[in-house]
């Protein structure tokens, strides 16, 4: 893969995450945070095995952890021969702390769904017990990804920029032309900045 297709790619990982990002924040923050606040304002918490009949507030979106979690998969998977040593935002740091988050609010999401279904006599997770399973997974992928790198364990090309010359470009010099928002798909193809600019 040539330089400008990989620091392409980084760019559309850029986007990938920024989806992500908009998705957990709509499907998994604001849900979670309306739970908790529904439950300190109704006083209907959980303990000691006995579910209130007012938990949970409402039922959260527990549908969309199945295309964010498929979102999540494909750029964990899509990222792993990418440096991503550009951007603060398209690092592999970014995508870990959105994988955490992710899996944190899903986790809440599916205990909040589960003790609503328990009230009524029966246990039903609607599958996303299983998607947590899957984002702790991603996660493993990601640190494992991040340590293997940091031990010079994975090809060159993974870990540096390295243009046809077979020269190593440092993530400074590498002029990355992405737009100013992330769903502006017209981009310019990426090109090395000259010596001494």
Known sequence: MTL??????EARFGDGLFLATILWVVFGALPTIGLLVGQLVTGSFV???AVPDSFPAFMPPWWAAYPMTLLLVVLTLGSLPLPLRGLRATTRSTLLTVLVLTFSTTLYIAAA???AEAHEGRVNF?????LVFIQFFLILVTVARMLLSGLRLLPRTWREYIDEDGTVVPPKEIVRRAPRRPWDWNRNRARRRPPGQ
């Open 4 to 9: 400008e297709r990989r620091v392409a790619w």
């Open 47 to 49: 303990s000691k095995g």
């Open 113 to 115: 769904a589960a003790a």
């Open 126 to 130: 609607f599958g996303v017990d299983n």
